[in-house]
């Protein structure tokens, strides 16, 4: 007789018991969202392993959005099906069009579930991918190939219930399958619990922090803890700044300010605050001496300031305690373009560049020379810097996105806007300096 779950923490519990002979290896617990992790998470406790929330999206043909083409998953991740492309005629720009679509949700569900927290790196490891119950197995077979696509060494797709062809079907994509019970007929998943209310967002945002409060993410790196003032080497001069280093950073961010502040702009200190608790170390620092920032023309002065951040990449590169990190700039306003400045010298390597409503048009024609991959961030209410940032898309050539942020103003003073600032930058910057670090091994 198939067995009917009580709820989705009875589920979890008897798939992990089913999991026991994963106990010991080097295995990352992969909810999908949202009624996944509720199941991983008994999982994940059982076996002592990290938990996390595999964000994928399907790219569905034109017209057809049921049937997918494709799919996407965080780090650019793309998946490509090549038969479905020509059966159905769809060109590259078709699949393009979709992809821009998915890719922004695909950004905002990663940062509403998981905050500033970095995604758990999958190189070599085994995952295991945990829904409430497979139907068509659709969801389930993107995320296999985007958890491959992450660099997992194994994957193993594991779920309390699921049609016995849909089975067979995924067994050609996952190394693994490991389920409870397989009902002759399933026409819904929820009707195989009793209790099957909709998990809100919240409950996942819970689930994922009581997760990593119970043990680290993923294996930490051997950096101390840092957070110090310090005087930067310009080139003749020294600027004051403050350093923090959290153990097992990934990079190093330096921050360029906009015109009229400094280092110790509470916007970007709140910004430094949440990019260091996702793991990123962080460099502040003054980009005029007091003399110099009482003319506004230096205020402005683009090829001084870039100047200046470049030495400043180049003293982070040498100290002793982040010298071994990918390095990452974080502009606002006037200091964007500062930062794309500094990105666009092939000579000095930048992992990633974030600008938050940055003025890119002060790079002129730099903006095509820039190889680091950018992400310009813009209020949606900022509408004269919202275009300037638009077109500055155009111009650029390097990995790029545009992201808005719908009802914030210039200075992101809006309830919540801030915080979204953080948790794209911080997204950004993890995924590509870890993916820095890796080339550089």
């Excluded at 999958?122 to 295991?128: D, E, N, Y």
């Excluded at 945990?130 to 985007?146: K, W």
């Excluded at 958890?147 to 994509?173: C, I, K, N, Q």
């Excluded at 030495?311 to 305690?321: I, L, P």
Aim: hydrophobic share 45%.
């Amino acid at each position: 007789m198939v067995r009917v779950f009580r709820n989705r923490t009875e589920a979890g519990t008897a798939l992990a018991a089913r999991l026991e002979h994963l106990r010991g290896d080097d295995v990352v617990v992969l909810g999908l969202p949202r009624g996944g992790v509720p199941v991983a998470f008994e999982i994940a406790e059982a076996l002592d392993a990290p938990l996390d929330v595999i964000v994928v999206r399907k790219v569905g043909v034109p017209g057809q959005p049921e049937l997918a083409m494709g799919a996407i998953g965080e780090d650019g991740v793309r998946v490509v099906n090549d038969e479905i492309v020509r059966l159905t005629g769809a060109s590259t720009a078709d699949f393009a069009r979709v992809e821009q679509r998915e890719r922004e949700e695909l950004r905002r569900r990663a940062v509403r579930f998981r905050g500033a927290a970095p995604r758990v790196d999958l190189t070599g490891r085994t995952a295991v991918l945990v829904d409430d119950g497979i139907a068509t197995g659709s969801t389930a077979r993107a995320a296999c190939h985007v958890a491959r696509a992450h660099g997992a060494a194994r994957v193993v797709l594991a779920v309390p219930v699921a049609a016995p062809d849909s089975v067979v079907a995924l067994s050609e994509d996952a190394d693994e399958i490991v389920c409870v019970e397989q009902p002759s007929w399933l026409r819904s998943v929820g009707q195989w619990y009793e209790d099957f209310t909709q998990v809100e967002d919240q409950t996942v945002v819970e689930l994922l922090e009581r997760a990593h409060r119970r043990g680290p993410l993923a294996p930490s790196d051997a950096t101390a803890d840092v957070d110090s003032e310090v005087a930067v080497d310009v080139g003749g001069s020294e600027l004051p700044g403050h350093l923090t280093v959290p153990a097992g950073a990934v990079g190093t961010v330096v921050f360029a300010h906009g015109s009229g502040s400094s280092r110790h702009s509470p916007r970007n200190q709140f910004v430094a605050d949440q990019l260091n608790a996702a793991g990123l170390a962080t460099l502040t620092f003054d980009l005029l001496t007091d003399a110099e920032a009482t003319d506004r023309r230096n205020v402005f002065d683009i090829g001084l300031l870039a100047s200046r951040l470049a030495r400043a990449a180049d003293w982070v590169a040498d100290e002793r305690t982040v010298a071994a990190l990918p390095v990452a700039l974080f502009g606002a306003s006037t200091g964007a373009a500062a930062a794309l400045v500094a990105a666009s010298d092939p000579a000095r390597p930048i992992a990633a560049v974030v600008s938050r409503g940055g003025r890119p048009d002060l790079a002129g024609d730099r903006l095509g020379h820039v190889a680091a991959p950018t992400l310009l961030i813009v209020g949606g209410d900022d509408g004269t810097v919202l275009a300037l940032n638009r077109d500055a898309a155009r111009q650029l050539r390097c990995e790029h996105e545009l992201t808005i942020v719908p009802g914030a103003t210039h200075l992101f003073e809006e309830p919540g806007t801030l915080e979204a600032v953080a948790s794209l930058a911080a997204a950004w910057f993890v995924d590509h300096c870890r993916n820095a670090g890796r080339r550089n091994r």
